[in-house]
């Protein structure tokens, strides 16, 4: 079975811009969490979709938003770039949200730098 | 207080030897418990996970865990060099919505030397 993958694995933009990732979760899977990774601040949770649905969400500011297709694939946005966007940008697929079994298997990681 | 707690590191063991490593957490309506390897320059691997009070063994690996005492630890036997790497501790934080939160230590640094 194919595991999660992400796309684009690299990316380099500009202060002000934005940026859009992608996700596609492993087959089967409903659940599609993303997390941010700096070496300052470790592994943080930024949001979890659910049939479509934004479950959680972590405490980030409102230029980072995301979306769930009906096939699970999902996407995560950040407008207006700053410096500190420079981040691996992690997405993890689960199962399903209701038998309370939570493993998340990550994908690659998108390396965003913002110069 | 920090969330979920790890000792940094570096934890050095040589080849053969058991290493331990130990995470604490502090919400106690914390249910799930997952074990991350990460290499440098990889994303994290999901090694083991636990849901229930004792231990869980998995080949070389075995998870333990203490809900009243809040700890979750993860034993590695015959440790391997390429067993060095960033252990991470993950809990989840769901509550009444059962929604899937990973909330993460910081990782310890483990390195088996041979």
């Known amino acids: 079975k194919a595991g999660v993958t992400q796309t684009p694995r690299y990316l380099i933009k500009t202060r002000g811009q934005q940026v859009t990732l992608s996700c596609s979760p492993i087959?089967?899977?409903?659940?599609v969490s993303w997390y941010q990774q700096t070496p300052g601040q470790g592994l943080q949770f930024l949001f979890e979709?659910?049939?479509?649905?934004?479950?959680n969400k972590g405490n980030f500011p409102g230029r980072f938003s995301g979306r769930q297709f009906s096939n699970s694939r999902s996407e995560m946005n950040v407008s207006t770039l700053e410096l500190g966007d420079s981040a691996l940008y992690l997405c993890?697929?689960?199962?399903?949200?209701?038998?309370?079994?939570?493993?998340?298997?990550f994908g690659p990681g998108t390396r965003l730098t913002v110069t | 207080q920090k969330e979920v707690e790890q000792n940094s590191g570096p934890l050095s063991v040589p080849e053969g030897a058991i290493a331990s490593l130990n995470c604490t957490y502090s919400?106690?309506?914390?249910?799930?418990f997952f074990w991350y390897r990460q290499y440098s320059g990889k994303s994290p691997e999901l090694i083991m996970s636990?849901?229930?009070?004792g231990d869980k063994e998995d080949g070389r690996f075995t998870a333990q865990l203490n809900k009243a005492s809040q700890y979750v630890s993860l034993l590695i036997r015959d440790s391997q060099p390429s067993d060095s790497a960033t252990y991470l501790c993950?809990?989840?934080?769901?509550?009444?919505?059962?929604?899937?939160?990973?909330?993460f230590g910081q990782g310890t640094t483990l390195q088996v030397k041979p």
């Open positions: 919400d106690r309506g914390s249910q799930s």
């Open positions: 087959s089967g899977h409903r659940s």
């Open positions: 636990i849901y229930s009070n």
């Open positions: 979709y659910f049939s479509e649905t934004q479950r």
């Open positions: 993950a809990v989840n934080t769901y509550g009444s919505s059962n929604t899937g939160k990973l909330i």
């Open positions: 993890a697929s689960s199962l399903d949200g209701t038998t309370g079994i939570w493993e998340q298997y």
